[in-house]
T-cell receptor, first 110, second 113 residues
Framework: SQTIHQWPATLVQPVGSPLSLECTVE??????LYWYRQAAGRGLQLLFYSVGIGQISSEVPQNLSASRPQDRQFILSSKKLLLSDSGFYLC?????????FGSGTRLTVV | GQQVMQIPQYQHVQEGEDFTTYCNSSTTLSNIQWYKQRPGGHPVFLIQLVKSGEVKKQKRLTFQFGEAKKNSSLHITATQTTDVGTYFCAGLGNTGTASKLTFGTGTRLQVML
């Protein structure tokens, strides 16, 4: 069966520090992968999606970037975090009928 | 771009009462999906609707897709405390190779004993 792993679960980082969040999928090949961000008590905002290795589409201009170095690995990065980057970051992969989300990373920038 | 709105934003009900959330898209959708997010958790897929006017049921939950494929609703009969959470609809437009969902604003349901 397919599983999606996301880590870390929580992260507290100072303003100006770098960020790297990793997501891996098991049990499927060449999945469509997505990074979403959810502000506290708000909806889900699509940040990046990828249909294959090295293929990244950005939805919202911002202080973040994404990479897909391997088929089932999706990485979200920042060189210098801003306070506004705080939020709940969710990785997901899509299948025929829906999305499966990882358990998410709660990022607090202080 | 595509926008998906949900109403109400919040709903408090007594246990045993019914609950409905409505979802409206600015554009016609190829399908609509519903997700539930428990407090502190991640969204979990509930169902997908594809056909115009489609109605699907999962136990006490009834999902409906509008005839024009621009709106949808989720109705919960006789709510229970386990229904607490935020319900999101998510619409899929025709955007090329990737299936990009646009999530609605969500309806947070609180069930009181």
């Amino acid at each position: 069966s397919q599983t999606i792993h996301q880590w870390p679960a929580t992260l507290v980082q100072p303003v100006g520090s770098p960020l790297s969040l990793e997501c891996t999928v098991e049990g499927t090949s060449n999945p469509n992968l997505y990074w979403y961000r959810q502000a506290a008590g708000r909806g889900l905002q699509l940040l990046f999606y990828s249909v294959g290795i090295g293929q990244i589409s950005s939805e919202v201009p911002q202080n973040l970037s994404a990479s897909r170095p391997q088929d089932r690995q999706f990485i979200l990065s920042s060189k210098k975090l801003l306070l506004s980057d705080s939020g709940f970051y969710l990785c997901a992969w899509s299948w025929e009928a829906g999305y499966t989300f990882g358990s998410g990373t709660r990022l607090t920038v202080v | 771009g595509q926008q998906v709105m949900q109403i109400p934003q919040y709903q408090h009900v007594q246990e045993g009462e019914d609950f409905t959330t409505y979802c409206n898209s600015s554009t016609t959708l190829s399908n609509i999906q519903w997700y539930k997010q428990r407090p502190g958790g991640h969204p979990v897929f509930l169902i997908q609707l594809v056909k115009s006017g489609e109605v699907k049921k999962q136990k006490r939950l009834t999902f409906q897709f509008g005839e024009a494929k621009k709106n949808s609703s989720l109705h919960i009969t006789a709510t229970q405390t386990t229904d607490v959470g935020t319900y999101f609809c998510a619409g899929l437009g025709n955007t090329g190779t990737a299936s990009k969902l646009t999530f609605g604003t969500g309806t947070r349901l609180q069930v009181m004993l």
